[in-house]
């Protein structure tokens, strides 16, 4: 293990960022967070499902995700003792319905999941719209309660191993040396209006949809998502439902997230929208006509970081000495615990995991398309 003396700087304080932020904090590394703001990070957007296999994932993203899924349970319990907080880690099993078994079987996952007839539906998730005949339980892809504590965990567990936040800054040009042209200054606004310059030899791009503001060079582009929660009774729903376009992850007190429009034309344009709330309301209906009775709780939206291939940026980027972890797209929740796990080894240059590190950094590196 290497440590610096400079703060190793984490650009982006949403969950990629305090992920990392954690992890290196754990290997003994002093850590800085720059956070813009902190309510825009797509951690506290998602619905939080770990599903590499009801999201039919394929090629190296389904094995990258499946290789989180595994660590999960581990990372979990080390924020949980860190922070002395819990993160409401469900592995509560999802389900995929299908109009049809032919459809099931088309599903690029389908040999890794359950088949279910419309009876053991019916079993899984009393009150499915009929016109679901068929199915696919994952048991092994689950949940995390992200908006509510996970993100809270993360943060808590980055301040007690002495993890320094600065909220409200605007990064806004990161420099080379002139000769070696290493990363060698961050240049940056804070909230109150002042220009400041922050010396740093080591970053990681943690900027999500954001990440082409800094490094023009990096394929990122944002994918709106708009949301909202519904109360149901506890307990009426126990396993996720990810239907065509619409997905319910009910949490344990019977709050339900449902998610999520994809809108790829949207750019950053903030705001719910009347059509992409009620292509979530018809979502409902078609899936469990009964949780359109239960009540709205909370409406919002983001911004997913999407790449060419719907896959993450990681590992060494265009300037010597920043790391990118950013572009996961749909899977940002689930492929946390893999991405702190590899940009902290690769940072860290810890053995004797630095073989698979490599090879992982470089079947997802920026420059791949
Ligand atoms: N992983 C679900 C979504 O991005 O909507």
Redesign the pocket.
């Known amino acids: 293990m290497t440590t610096t003396t400079t703060p190793i700087v984490v650009l982006g304080g949403g969950l990629m960022g305090l992920a990392i932020a954690h992890q290196l904090a754990r290997c003994g590394h002093a850590v800085r967070v720059l956070s813009r703001n902190r309510n825009e990070a797509a951690g506290f957007v998602?619905?939080g499902?770990l599903?590499p296999h009801a999201?039919g994932l394929s090629g190296q993203l389904l094995t990258l995700g499946q290789h989180s899924l595994a660590l999960i349970p581990q990372w979990v319990a080390q924020i949980e003792h860190d922070s002395g907080l819990t993160c409401g880690l469900r592995m509560s099993g999802i389900v995929v319905p299908f109009a049809t078994e032919d459809d099931s079987k088309r599903y690029p996952t389908a040999a890794l999941g359950q088949s279910l007839n419309r009876t053991a539906l019916e079993r899984e998730i009393p009150g499915l719209d009929p016109r679901w005949q068929a199915g696919l339980l994952f048991e092994q892809d689950g949940q995390i309660d992200n908006r509510r504590q996970l993100m809270r965990a993360l943060e808590k567990a980055c301040v007690s191993l002495g993890v320094q936040f600065l909220e409200g800054a605007d990064v806004q040009a990161l420099s080379r040396h002139s000769d070696t042209h290493e990363l060698h200054e961050i240049t940056l606004q804070t909230a109150e209006g002042e220009v400041q310059h922050h010396p740093c030899q080591t970053a990681v791009l943690c900027s999500g949809a954001w990440s082409q503001k800094l490094v023009p060079e990096l394929p990122v582009f944002p994918?709106k998502?708009q949301?909202l929660s519904l109360q149901g009774p506890r307990k009426a729903l126990k396993r996720v439902i990810f239907g065509p376009g619409t997905?319910l992850v009910p949490r344990e007190d019977g709050l339900v997230v449902v998610?999520?429009?994809?809108e790829r034309n949207a750019g950053f344009q903030s705001g719910l929208t009347p059509d992409g709330q009620s292509q979530l309301q018809e979502g409902i209906a078609s899936l469990l006509p009964e949780a359109s009775q239960w009540p709205p709780m909370e409406r919002w939206w983001g911004f997913?970081p999407c790449t060419p291939d719907q896959g993450p940026l990681l590992g060494e980027g265009p300037i010597p000495g920043l790391w990118l972890a950013t572009g996961h797209?749909?899977?940002?929740?689930?492929l946390a615990a893999i991405t702190a796990e590899l940009i902290s080894a690769a940072v860290s240059q810890r053995e004797p995991s630095r073989n698979k590190t490599n090879e992982w950094l470089t079947q997802f590196r920026w420059d791949r398309f």
């Open positions: 998602a619905a499902m599903a999201e994918v998502g949301m997905y998610g999520a429009t994809s997913r797209h749909r899977n940002g929740v689930l």
